[in-house]
């Protein structure tokens, strides 16, 4: 589905302009310690004229059919872009989590790393984590790699989504 560059879009995020709309998809989430399940995602990316874009994403654990079992984890943050390829994000989760990641854009394609964390007291701690968000056949495919509980950095959460009407 093609994508129309939106009406009074801060210059600073054109190479972000690819990301803007909603997107509904599934996914799936495994990591040492944990049972690994498959998750359902929609993510949205809008703006309001400034010079952030502002993210909302929403997981649920599913089951074999499809069906949503429970509500998994929510996010919302602020993309800013710095110097037309720097990537600055920071998010805070429903589970008392709060991150800054740092990252490049490369056309349809972001890396981001983990910069630092702000856990509440009743929170489980990140040590560190790196996301790729990117376009791959007209989807936007999610991948997030953590390291914790004591387990080295490696793959958490990955998604592919297709962008809504």
């Excluded at 310690?33 to 703006?47: D, I």
């Excluded at 074999?64 to 600055?88: A, H, M, Q, T």
């Excluded at 056309?107 to 376009?135: C, F, H, N, V, W």
Aim: without cysteine.
């Amino acid at each position: 589905m093609a994508f129309t560059i939106p009406e009074n879009l801060h210059p600073d995020l054109m190479p972000l302009a690819w990301l803007i709309g909603t997107w509904r998809g599934k996914g799936k989430a495994e990591y040492p310690g944990m049972k690994s399940f498959n998750y359902a995602q929609e993510v949205s990316f809008n703006h309001d004229g400034q010079n952030y874009l502002n993210y909302f994403s929403r997981t649920w654990e599913i089951d074999d059919d499809n069906e949503i079992v429970k509500p998994f984890d929510s996010e919302v943050g602020f993309w800013r872009v710095r110097d037309k390829e720097v990537l600055e994000v920071v998010l805070s989760h429903n589970s008392g989590t709060n991150e800054g990641w740092l990252g490049l854009i490369r056309g349809p394609k972001i890396q981001l790393a983990m910069d630092k964390t702000y856990e509440s007291p009743s929170a489980k701690a990140i040590a560190a984590g790196s996301r790729l968000y990117g376009l791959v056949e007209g989807q936007l495919f999610t991948s997030l790699d953590v390291e914790k509980d004591g387990h080295e950095l490696q793959a958490y959460m990955w998604s592919s989504l297709e962008r809504q009407s």
